[in-house]
């Protein structure tokens, strides 16, 4: 089946510090996967950061980033210079987009805490 | 308001009691979804529906069942509760291959 793996956390950054948070895909449902990366804030529930349908293509969000790269299937979000609002729980996905059964598989998810 | 709501947000259950997760959103989304988060092991999915009366297991659909008689409403239910199914429950919807819209979670305690 379709999994993602993520940088295990917890990550800790200083506020104003470069970020990278790794994650790696295996599709094996469909050739060309959707790729998501969501964030989870203390107390709330999970919403979307970013996506990208298109292999080679970037997609960027309140300063994060993150490329398709389908020759490495990685996905790996970045940020220049992380502030401490940013603290939260990051989650790489997979989507399936081949229409009918369409579902998300996660990873397990990154704690990310950036310190003043 | 492109909002999906889970009720309760907190329950506590003794093994052998009967569980009702709720959900609902007002976006007029087709599919629906509920995932389980514990330690460790990210969201899980356990049921989706495609819509009314059109649901399929998901990875982990083992101790739960389902119920979507309104396209706006998706519960979950545990016949039976069992300790090992002490989680966060999240629900989410979505609109074709579009992203999923999640609920704040429900925390449910099985002792």
């Known amino acids: 089946g379709d999994s993602v793996t993520q940088t295990e956390g917890p990550v800790t950054v200083s506020e104003s510090e470069s970020l990278i948070i790794n994650c790696t895909y295996s599709a094996t449902s469909i050739a060309y996967p959707n790729l998501f990366w969501y964030v989870r804030y203390p107390g709330e529930g999970l919403q979307l950061l970013l996506k990208?349908?298109?292999?080679?293509q970037k997609g960027s969000s309140r300063g994060f980033e993150a490329t398709y790269n389908k020759e490495t299937t990685s996905f790996h979000l970045q940020k220049a210079s992380v502030q401490e609002s940013d603290s939260a729980v990051y989650y790489c996905a997979l989507g399936n987009s081949g229409g009918s059964n369409y579902k998300l598989t996660f990873g397990k998810g990154t704690l990310l805490t950036v310190t003043p | 308001d492109m909002k999906v709501t889970q009720m309760p947000r907190y329950l506590i259950k003794r093994m052998g009691e009967n569980v009702l997760l709720e959900c609902g959103q007002d976006?007029?989304?087709?599919?629906m979804y509920w995932y389980r988060q514990d330690p460790g092991l990210g969201l899980q999915l356990i049921y989706i529906?495609?819509?009314?009366?059109s649901n399929s297991e998901g990875d982990i659909p083992k101790g739960y069942r389902v119920s979507r008689k309104k396209r706006e409403h998706f519960s979950l239910i545990l016949d039976s509760a069992k300790t090992n199914q002490t989680s966060v429950y999240f629900c989410?919807?979505?609109w074709g291959t579009g992203q999923l819209y999640f609920g704040e979670g429900s925390k449910l305690t099985v002792l």
């Open positions: 990208v349908i298109t292999a080679g």
């Open positions: 976006m007029s989304h087709e599919t």
């Open positions: 989410a919807s979505s």
């Open positions: 529906s495609y819509d009314v009366d």
